[in-house]
């Protein structure tokens, strides 16, 4: 205090006294300080600072009022501590694990964090788990409430209906459910159960998993929420209607495996987001969605922000039976083809879960083709027709720069998709690549969100002009015809990128099965597991990481 003003020196002086009794001088007046401790006191009339000098303390001598309030202090202090032992008995009895758990700082891997929250009932602490295997150690993450410029540019603003909002009463009613559509699962695909009764209908009666519930009083607040942007796939089950963003936020907290979430604002619907297939989320702009991260308990998952044109949506068409749906399965156990992509969806005409979080959009059709045309091909046009008439509906690929429709059997690889688009700009009236000098060839096709837009105003008046032009059924497989409605009809640019393809049907190379080229974008056919398997793994064997 010394050397400071002497208004600020001495605003009060509390001593301990040898009986434990507290004194203290409420005056602030010099003399007062000088009877209480001792000493003698001069003040500098130049600087008006405290000058001292040291003399002999004198004895504490405390009044009654000091020793009485001493007592009710400590008496208070007892029953409070009294009454925290109870509680921690009874947590303890009731919940023999929580002896185990170790409070620890979040520098420290794997251990337990325990946050304290208050309720109206009682004092209680929420733990969660710190695995280094799944969460990220080191210090709080941070995360920028600004996406950037580039996240507006990946797409013009959102103006359709959310595929989850399109689904009908009855549709959400009479869905099937198909759990017999692979004749055998991968060793190590059990965990993958087929959608039950689990699965909640999309109504204004679904309801967060019963096992979260929200603790009731004041919890941490949400650690991050940035308005207006998405963060597609890594769900970790359906989305369930609640309150808020901030609800939506702490039942992420609550359960463990949830790393970042999403909410729809128009319905609020929340979507729980994991660290599985992909390692990073891309933050994709939508002005209908608030999204964040629980990292008021530690947890978060890196983001990506898309450069313009580079933002990619893929979907694939499953049929229910067949070796397609165990193809699906290994491709995101491996975060392989689609689950690549910066978002994906897999379209069915039963309701279907492929993996966690990862159940089939229902497609109006039995899926069934003849065969037969010029090519005796697989005629499969209406049946395409249906499902872009259903991924029109859903609206998500005008959330991205472009939409890529991979067969199951196509060994595929998204990051070698995105250095070819680098040399393909984006047109007023839109550009879809040519995969093959014979022709567009269905196994990958790639189209601009421009393209998107025109085919989903022009596909009818292609299949009227056709129609007329083969005096009926064209006889068409769906990518014969939906290159000959885009470049013929409906004027889009069509480049020819031979690097997409290398398929047994347009002129392969010599030895184009070991799949080691790696300037090719995808391989194509790989029907059988062990087949796929090997052609990624020596598609990326040369590449030394190159495409990671």
């Not at 050397?3 to 301990?16: K, Q, T, V, Y």
């Not at 001292?52 to 202090?73: D, G, S, V, W, Y």
């Amino acid at each position: 205090a010394f050397g400071r003003p002497l208004g600020e020196a001495f605003p009060r002086l509390r001593c301990s006294c040898g009986d434990g009794a507290l004194c203290d001088a409420p005056e602030m007046l010099a003399q007062a300080v000088y009877n209480h401790a001792g000493l003698s006191l001069n003040v500098d009339p130049s600087s008006n600072q405290v000058q001292h000098e040291e003399r002999e303390p004198l004895q504490c001598n405390p009044t009654t009022r000091f020793t009485k309030r001493a007592a009710m202090i400590a008496g208070m202090a007892s029953i409070a501590l009294m009454f925290t032992g109870v509680i921690v008995a009874v947590l303890v009895a009731s919940r023999p694990w929580i002896r185990h758990v170790r409070t620890t700082s979040l520098k420290t891997e794997d251990k337990s964090l325990a946050f304290p929250y208050r309720t109206d009932a009682a004092p209680g602490f929420l733990l969660v788990s710190q695995d280094s295997k799944t969460h990220v150690s080191g210090s709080l993450p941070q995360q920028s409430s600004y996406v950037g410029d580039e996240a507006g540019a990946l797409a013009s603003t959102y103006d359709g209906v959310p595929w989850w909002a399109n689904q009908s009463e009855a549709e959400q009613a009479e869905a099937s459910v198909d759990d017999t559509s692979d004749s055998g699962f991968e060793e190590g695909a059990g965990d993958l159960q087929p959608m039950g009764q689990d699965l909640q209908p999309l109504s204004e009666s679904a309801a967060p998993p019963p096992d979260l519930k929200l603790p009731q009083g004041d919890v941490l607040p949400c650690g991050t929420f940035i308005d207006q942007i998405d963060y597609p796939g890594n769900d970790l089950g359906p989305p369930f209607h609640i309150s808020s963003a901030e609800k939506c936020c702490q039942t992420c907290a609550l359960k463990l495996d949830c790393v970042a979430w999403t909410m729809v604002k128009v319905n609020r619907l929340c979507f729980l987001k994991g660290g599985h297939p992909r390692g990073a989320l891309t933050a994709v702009f939508n002005a209908d969605t608030t999204s964040g991260m629980p990292t008021q308990v530690g947890r978060s998952i890196p983001t990506i922000t898309r450069k313009a044109g580079q933002s990619i949506f893929c979907f694939s068409l499953m049929l229910p039976w067949g070796y397609e749906k165990g193809l699906l399965q290994m491709q995101y156990r491996t975060g392989a083809s689609i689950f690549g992509c910066d978002e994906y969806a897999v379209y069915s005409n039963q309701k279907i879960q492929v993996a966690e979080g990862v159940i089939t959009r229902i497609v109006d059709s039995n899926l069934k083709c003849k065969m037969g045309g010029e090519f005796k091909t697989c005629l499969n046009t209406p049946i395409f027709l249906k499902v872009w008439d259903r991924i029109l509906k859903d609206n998500r690929p005008r959330l991205h720069d472009w939409s890529v429709k991979v067969d199951p059997d196509a060994v595929f690889f998204p990051a070698r998709l995105r250095g070819v688009l680098q040399n393909h700009q984006e047109t007023p009236q839109g550009i879809y690549l040519n995969n093959c000098r014979l022709g567009l060839h269905g196994p990958l096709e790639v189209f601009s969100r421009n393209a998107v837009n025109a085919w989903s105003y022009g596909r009818n008046a292609c299949v009227k002009h056709f129609r007329t032009v083969c005096s009926g059924d064209c006889q068409w497989g769906e990518d014969m015809f939906i290159d000959q409605c885009l470049w013929k009809v409906l004027k889009i640019s069509r480049v020819l990128e031979p690097a997409l393809l290398v398929e047994d049907h347009c002129e392969p190379p010599l030895g184009w099965q070991d799949c080691q080229d790696p300037g090719k974008v995808a391989f194509h056919p790989f029907k059988d597991r062990d087949g796929y398997r090997e052609c990624m793994n020596n598609a990326e064997a040369p590449l030394s990481g190159m495409y990671k």
